[in-house]
């Protein structure tokens, strides 16, 4: 499991991620609106609304919030923001790279503040392909599985179609082809397997170790500022730190 992984698996442990349920519950709508405009407002017939409202439920949006959100994407509500969704390329401390993708209705905004918040914290924006070539989309697939069970979870996985899975303790990480990601979720939740997150992502194809306690606290602060911009919806690095570096600063 990568060091960002190994990152977000800590901060769910100590309950970051539900104080900011708030932002969770806004960049969830925006997700269900862009993919409902793109594809129309049926989850049966929209695969990526499908996935969206999957993720919001695991999230605890309520339902109420969800259809909202759809009827917006589909234009049944009227003046509502247009929301588009962005990649964005830039280079943080010790040379990692990182890959952001922006779920905005004003690029202008979004560009300057991402230029803000990477220019404080020993970075830099970058041009279109400098960063992009070091990751592969492919679908990942979250789950927590007791760790007995582990072998009969990656057979189950490489059966579906999975491409590879990496485990540490409870968590669980499944890797699709972009295709295959609706198509592995169902089949390991038909064998009985619990998914909590499935969606597309982007896997650095190397990383760059972060060898001191300073320099992640560099990193670490980068990322933290860039998730907090209410525009990004996720964040892509290629850094990898060890885990006993990584326990002693997150805590």
Known sequence: MSGHSKWHSIKHKKGAIDAKRGKIFTMHAKLIAVA?????GDPLT????RTAIDNARADNVPNANIERSIKSGTGELKDQAAFSESMYEGFGPEGIAVYIQTI???KNRTVASLKNILSKNGGNMAGAGSVSWMFHQKGLIHLKVDP???????LAAIDAGAEDVKSEGESVEVYTNVKELNTVKAKLEQAGFSVEKADMSFIPEKEVKIESEEAA???LNLIEALEEDDDVNNVYANFDIPEEILNKVAG
């Open 46 to 49: 929209n695969a990526s609304l």
């Open 36 to 40: 409902a405009r793109a594809g129309g």
């Open 217 to 219: 606290k560099k990193v």
């Open 104 to 106: 905005s209705d004003n």
């Open 148 to 154: 007995s069970k582990r072998d009969d979870l990656e």
